[in-house]
């Protein structure tokens, strides 16, 4: 669904990304991992076209995406959810909401916001309240909910679970697992294994920008050095 091949990506002369090269198949959970600037966020926004790779492919649905303007990428169903919570903190929940709305494509879902509050039960209790009283885990939520109402038919999640309250990872873990049973697929970053082995089939591991490892989440477990050598714990 989702293909990246030999992607190199630049900020001015540095060269954050080599030749990096996975695929994520329709419905499955992929973990990108990595350490503190091993390039997640750089490869998440290089998918995105918010960094254009310098050389290399981005293919989503067989369609070559490469240089394409990042609205016509969100358009082709590629949601972002950057690391960043961006929210509008004057609107409500609700309103929040409303403005992710987008038309539902063929053959994805069509999110209403009455299915969100079903998924994200602490929005739906404070759906009339400004995003400025949430706490840092529901401003989360909300992030990930408006990008929903655009209907993704893939979600690019940037470190879903980085400082937030236990309770919510936990349930960040079953929004995750209801999605996939939903037919969604995502693209996850994550510092956290714990969290990524209970959401995700495959695993990317990357360090200086560059491949380190490939394939699934058992295959990552019978190889603690990989784990030790290229993850913090
Ligand atoms: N706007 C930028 N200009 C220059 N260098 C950047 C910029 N953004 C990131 N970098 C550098 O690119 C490398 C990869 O950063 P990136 O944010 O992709 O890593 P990451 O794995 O997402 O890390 P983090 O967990 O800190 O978000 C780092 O060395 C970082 O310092």
Redesign the pocket.
């Known amino acids: 669904m989702l293909e990246l091949s030999a992607v190199n990506s630049f900020?001015?002369k540095?060269h954050?990304?080599n030749d990096l090269s996975f695929t994520v198949a329709r419905g499955q959970v992929v973990a990108l991992l990595?350490?503190?600037?091993?390039?997640?966020?750089?490869?998440?926004?290089s998918i995105m076209q918010l960094v254009q790779p310098r050389s290399g492919k981005v293919t989503f649905q067989g369609q070559d995406i490469t240089g394409m303007p990042t609205h016509k990428v969100a358009k082709l169903g590629l949601g972002y959810v950057p690391?960043e919570r961006r929210i509008f903190t004057d609107l409500t929940v609700a309103e929040n909401l409303e403005v992710g709305r987008q038309p539902p494509r063929d053959g994805t879902y069509a999110w209403t916001t009455d299915m969100l509050f079903d998924l994200f039960p602490n929005l739906a209790e404070r759906r009339g309240n400004r995003g400025k009283a949430l706490s840092g885990g529901e401003q989360q939520m909300l992030t990930i909910a408006r990008t929903l109402m655009g209907n993704p038919s893939l979600v690019l999640l940037?470190?879903p679970s980085?400082g937030i309250a236990p309770v919510i990872v936990e349930q960040m873990v079953n929004v995750i697992k209801t999605l996939k049973a939903d037919g969604l697929t995502v693209l996850l970053?994550e510092?956290n294994l714990h969290f990524a082995r209970a959401v995700a089939d495959m695993a990317v591991i990357?360090e200086g920008?560059t491949q380190k490892f490939n394939g699934t989440l058992e295959e990552l477990n019978a190889h603690p050095e990989i784990r030790d050598a290229y993850l913090s714990i």
């Open positions: 900020y001015g540095a954050v990304l990595g350490r503190n600037g091993a390039g997640k966020t750089t490869t998440m926004k690391e940037d470190e980085e970053s510092q990357i920008g």
